[in-house]
């Protein structure tokens, strides 16, 4: 399978920016995506990136990836208490189904 | 997005007993539904895999006679935990996707309790 690695938590204060990181193991994944799960909510698809290229930007959203490191990470400018909630990132490896999550991020914003 | 309904979001059991758990797609046809486990501080993980109509495929390591799966239509299936124990105790979440090349959304999760 894929490994996927992420800090458990993160706190910031409201108006900074959060970054949230992650690595994979698979170098042959091919997308790597990020969702936010808000309390009683699903997962909510936020922005994914496809592997041939290193930068995203979306709004507030901004995503890197260093293929060369397998690592991915999602920043949120201007944070806001409204993006309290758990960041999962995720992989998805060529021809397989499914996704290989890691353990979700915990960003905490503090007023 | 399209909306995924899983039910109950909180369960708790006794050991012994058995669950299930719903995931309903609400606004679209389900070809492919995961069912997905996370312990504390771990990794979401699959479990298995269901095609409307057919068996499910199930990971590396989980119990098929425990963890009963049934995708019977495009719009619901259902993970049945049988003889639940305290190791149970997890949060489960499901998705559900339309057709192959096409994003799956999921439900909210439910969180089992066996006490």
């Known amino acids: 399978g894929e490994d996927v690695e992420q800090s458990l938590f993160l706190s910031v204060r409201e108006g900074d920016s959060s970054v949230i990181n992650c690595t994979y193991t698979?170098?042959?994944?091919?997308?790597l995506y990020w969702y936010k799960q808000e309390p009683g909510a699903g997962l909510q698809l936020l922005t994914y990136i496809f592997s041939n290229m290193d930068m995203k930007q979306d709004q507030r959203l901004t995503v890197l990836l260093n293929k060369k490191d397998k690592h991915l990470s999602l920043r949120i400018a201007d944070t806001q208490t409204g993006d309290s909630a758990i960041y999962f990132c995720?992989?998805?490896?060529?021809?397989?189904?499914?996704?290989?999550f890691g353990t979700g991020t915990r960003l905490t914003v503090i007023p | 997005g399209a909306v995924v309904s899983q039910h109950p979001s909180r369960v708790i059991c006794k050991s012994g007993t058995s669950v299930k758990i719903e995931c309903r797609s609400l606004?679209?046809?389900?070809?492919?539904m995961f069912w997905y486990r996370q312990f504390p501080k771990q990794s979401l993980m699959l479990m298995a895999t269901?095609?409307?109509?057919?068996?499910?495929?199930?990971e590396q390591g989980v119990e098929k006679d425990k963890f009963l799966i049934n995708h019977a239509s495009l719009t619901l299936s259902t993970l049945t935990v049988t003889s639940a124990h305290p190791e149970d105790s997890s949060f489960y979440i499901c998705s559900a996707r339309e057709g192959t090349n096409t994003e799956a959304f999921f439900g909210q999760g439910t969180r089992l309790t066996v006490v």
């Open positions: 698979d170098s042959s994944s091919t997308y």
């Open positions: 269901s095609n409307e109509g057919s068996k499910a495929t199930y």
């Open positions: 995720a992989a998805k490896r060529p021809g397989a189904n499914n996704l290989f």
């Open positions: 606004d679209f046809q389900a070809t492919t």
